[in-house]
C-alpha cells in the first residue's frame, strides 16, 4: 500500500502561483510514476501531468504545458506541481497518483493505483 497526502492548495488571483505537494509514504517511493489530476466541479477528473520514477522523464495535458511543472524529490517522498500563469479554469480539487513502474504511464486514470484525498484550488479571476 502507498499512502498519499497533497498539500499546498488555496485560493489565488489569476495569473498568480501556487505549488502543490504530495508526501508518499508506505513503500519504496522510487518505485512508483507519479502523475496529477485535477476535478473541477460538474466535470470528469482529468489529467494533468506525468513522472517517471527518475523524474528524468514528464509530459503534461496541452491545457497547462508551459504553465506547470511537475517535479520529485525521492529522497523527500515528494511530487510536486508547480503551477504559474494560474488560470479560473485551472479551479478543481487536485489528486496525486501512483502507480508501481518504471516505464512511461499513459494519462488514464485506470493506470493508477494508489490516489490522495485531493486539496483544492481556486483560481479567481
Known amino acids: 500500500q502507498v499512502q498519499l497526502v497533497e498539500s499546498g492548495g488555496g485560493l489565488v488571483q489569476a495569473g498568480g502561483s501556487l505549488r502543490l505537494s504530495c508526501a508518499a509514504s508506505g513503500r519504496t517511493f522510487s518505485n512508483y510514476a507519479m502523475g496529477w489530476f485535477r476535478q473541477a466541479p460538474g466535470k470528469e477528473r482529468e489529467f494533468v501531468a506525468f513522472?517517471?520514477?527518475?523524474?528524468?522523464?514528464?509530459y503534461y495535458a496541452d491545457s497547462v504545458k508551459g504553465r506547470f511543472t511537475i517535479s520529485r524529490d525521492n529522497a523527500k517522498n515528494t511530487v510536486y506541481l508547480q503551477m504559474n500563469s494560474l488560470k479560473p479554469e485551472d479551479t478543481a480539487v487536485y489528486y496525486c497518483?501512483?502507480?508501481?513502474?518504471?516505464?512511461?504511464?499513459?494519462?488514464?486514470?485506470?493506470?493508477?493505483?494508489?490516489w490522495g484525498q485531493g486539496t483544492q484550488v481556486t483560481v479567481s479571476s
Open positions: 513522472i517517471n520514477w527518475s523524474g528524468g522523464s514528464t
Open positions: 497518483a501512483a502507480v508501481r513502474a518504471r516505464g512511461l504511464v499513459g494519462p488514464r486514470i485506470s493506470e493508477y493505483d494508489y
